[in-house]
């Protein structure tokens, strides 16, 4: 069997535990009410530890190997109960030490309030007396007549002021009256206005001299900062004088230059245009025809006008003279050019297909040739060209092709591949 001795009779707490006030006593009486609570939680589990034992004695075990494991399951529970026990004698003994010390402060605060009291009442007993001795009614009485040693000098010096100004008085009535002798009485009312509107006068010219003052600093500010900007102003305007004039020169207001830089840089890639369409139009048209720029045209809308050279004829005239199968390969030449011209360019743009609608109607046999040579020669070159056209001898000339026929069902699509 284990003993185990209960620590009920252990704790002890004062009488005086009762008349602590304060956080500290509450929170001293909680934790005894919860220590008294773990004792009784201990001694209940003692108890029912013992009551598990005494059958456990007189049962046989099979070996003492089963023995010692019991021996050592409730030996390790009675060490258990055993430190729980000595944990709550530890905090049973802390908390009657502060139980000791706030009572120990609190008697220690009520004696020094007694001690402040009785000091009080002494001195409102000499303050009575006092107060009686100098017949004061009360304490408020008294405190009204009480002056600090500023005030007394500040009354001092009113007094003293007064004084002087007194004397002061005195000596200007005297020389006043010296000065009146012999001289007439005049209308104090009169000089009193008079007095009144001079100095408005004087208020009014005091005002207007405050405002120019005022004016005359304020524009001295802005002289400065006028000043300050003239610099920046002039570099500004000799900036805006070099850019006005390249404006104008690039919108061809300037004497000497009628074309603006936009038409410019227009004409100059409209005649790289025109140079590569005529690499196609002199073989189409048997070098009969060559296609040029008019180097008068100056107005806004006739810039890139375009004349014909016919070199037959060794004469230029308007493309408008053309016939039909001529503007034809004018046309088809103009738009092979802007082609070669936009691939050449940097950047690898490539126009890869070309559709041709109708057109060939007007050419004949000979100029029918001769454009689909050329445009063979651009299929050579990895360029789809497309043909649209209700000529007959076109069959016969282009390999593959996608034809379309009329029946009263509706229009039917055949492919030929030409294999």
Request: glycine share 6%; no cysteine.
């Amino acid at each position: 069997m284990i003993a185990f001795k209960s620590f009920a009779s252990r704790i002890s707490v004062s009488g005086a535990f009762q008349n602590a006030q304060g956080p500290e006593a509450k929170t001293l009486q909680a934790r005894r009410d919860q220590l008294t609570k773990d004792m009784h939680k201990n001694e209940t589990a003692l108890a029912e530890n013992r009551s598990a034992l005494e059958p456990l004695e007189q049962l046989p075990y099979a070996n003492a190997a089963e023995a010692k494991r019991d021996k050592a399951n409730f030996q390790a529970q009675s060490d258990a109960i055993t430190a729980r026990h000595e944990k709550a004698q530890r905090d049973s003994k802390a908390a009657s030490e502060a139980l000791t010390k706030l009572r120990s402060s609190l008697d220690t605060l009520r004696a020094t309030l007694e001690t402040q009291q009785q000091k009080e009442g002494e001195l409102q007993q000499n303050l009575d007396a006092k107060l009686a001795e100098h017949h004061f009614e009360s304490l408020a009485v008294f405190l009204r007549y009480v002056s600090t040693e500023s005030s007394m000098t500040r009354e001092q010096k009113a007094i003293q002021d007064y004084y002087t100004a007194v004397q002061s008085n005195a000596d200007q009535l005297a020389q006043s009256a010296k000065d009146a002798e012999g001289k007439e009485m005049q209308d104090l009312g009169a000089i009193q206005a008079a007095r009144r509107t001079q100095e408005a006068k004087v208020s009014d010219l005091q005002r207007q001299k405050n405002t120019a003052q005022n004016r005359r600093q304020g524009n001295a500010g802005k002289a400065a900062d006028i000043q300050a900007l003239q610099a920046p102003l002039q570099k500004a305007a000799q900036k805006y004088d070099i850019a006005r004039r390249l404006y104008d020169m690039a919108q061809g207001k300037v004497s000497g230059a009628r074309v603006r830089l936009e038409q410019y840089v227009q004409a100059a890639g409209f005649d790289g245009i025109i140079q590569a369409a005529n690499r196609r139009l002199l073989p189409m048209s048997d070098n009969q025809f060559q296609i040029f720029r008019k180097e008068s045209a100056t107005g806004a809308n006739t810039f890139l006008a375009l004349e014909v050279l016919d070199n037959f004829t060794g004469r230029r005239r308007p493309v408008g003279t053309l016939s039909g199968g001529e503007s034809f390969k004018a046309s088809l030449s103009l738009a092979l050019g802007l082609s070669d011209l936009v691939s050449s360019r940097s950047g690898g743009i490539q126009m890869e297909a070309l559709f041709l609608d109708e057109g060939f109607g007007t050419l004949d046999a000979h100029s029918i040739q001769s454009a689909l040579d050329i445009l063979q020669n651009l299929t050579g070159s990895g360029k789809l060209v497309g043909v649209i056209s209700h000529r007959e001898e076109l069959k016969s000339k282009i390999p593959q092709q996608i034809q379309v026929r009329k029946t009263q069902k509706g229009s039917t699509l055949t492919v030929d591949h030409g294999i």
